[in-house]
Nanobody, 124 residues
Framework: QVQLVESGGGLVEAGGSLTLSCAASGRTFSGYAMGWFRQAPGKEREFVSAINWSTRDTTYADSVKGRFTISRDNAKNTVYLQMNSLKPEDTAYYYC?????????????????WGQGTQVTVSS
């Protein structure tokens, strides 16, 4: 049973930084893509970033490119999302997701497993 547990959310001022973690368990994640998505109140869930566990290929939404960095630690079975230069529009509930994949899917419907999420609030 795949389990994903996010942590690291919180309240930060605009321009600040946060690092989100996604602890993955239940299997080895070689051959999996790990993604981060977010959902703000009244809005649809949107793609943020994804990484392929095996190839380390990454992809980012245009809105976060250059500010966010996704990475993974094989020994800890954890995926990270380093978020710098945060803006109020980054405020959302952030979710970690996983799916078997050869590449790095950006569509939420392609992800099979989801965590419970963590809140990120950026004050202006």
């Amino acid at each position: 049973q795949v389990q994903l547990v996010e942590s690291g959310g919180g309240l930060v001022e605009a321009g600040g930084s946060l690092t989100l973690s996604c602890a993955a368990s239940g299997r080895t994640f070689s051959g999996y893509a790990m993604g981060w998505f977010r959902q703000a109140p009244g809005k649809e869930r949107e793609f943020v970033s994804a990484i392929n566990w095996s190839t380390r290929d990454t992809t980012y939404a245009d809105s976060v490119k250059g500010r966010f960095t996704i990475s993974r630690d094989n020994a800890k079975n954890t995926v990270y999302l380093q978020m710098n230069s945060l803006k109020p529009e980054d405020t959302a509930y952030y979710y970690c997701a996983a799916t078997p994949a050869l590449r790095v899917p950006r569509e939420s419907v392609k992800y099979d497993y989801w965590g419970q999420g963590t809140q990120v609030t950026v004050s202006s």
